[in-house]
């Protein structure tokens, strides 16, 4: 089962349309989702030593592509009853804690990416530790 902790209104919603929606991840409530690959490619190009000219237009290319490209996500979580989620997401407790089938999203993220509709689809667990995220950006 995977997570996804919410308001009251928000779950209504879900159960009413049967659907979630993705977020731009720009948009999200922690200002630093979506940036945060950024300072970590420019915390890498700096340790390899790269040129400033070289980092700019390295930083210039990802900035072009996470522009034309975007991002979009619906954040999910292993554990049904975590504290910090629910003061996060779920309305400082208020809200609710919706259970999905880990293996349906899987599934359907298997089937968008075979039909080839020129959307990329996939369920991917999220690095929070530094020493992860930095292998990540290797």
């Known amino acids: 089962m995977l997570y996804h902790y919410c308001s009251n209104s928000t779950f209504i919603s879900i159960i009413q ?6 977020s731009d991840f720009t948009l999200s409530n922690d200002r630093l989702e979506g940036r945060w690959l950024r300072s ?8 390899e030593g790269f040129h400033p000219l070289q980092m700019e ?25 975590l504290l910090s989620q629910w003061r996060a997401y779920a309305g400082d407790g208020g809200g609710v804690s919706i259970g999905f089938s880990k293996q349906h999203f899987e599934a359907l993220a298997h089937a968008r990416y075979a039909a080839q509709s020129g959307e ?5 667990k999220i690095a929070y530790s530094r020493e992860d995220q930095a292998g990540l950006v290797q």
Do not use: P
């Open 120 to 124: 990329a689809l996939s369920l991917h």
């Open 17 to 22: 349309t049967k659907a979630v929606w993705l």
């Open 57 to 81: 237009r390295i930083l210039s290319h990802f900035d072009f592509g996470a522009t034309r490209l975007g991002a979009a996500g619906f954040c999910m979580s292993e554990d049904g009853d």
């Open 40 to 47: 970590l490619l420019d915390e890498r190009c700096q340790q």
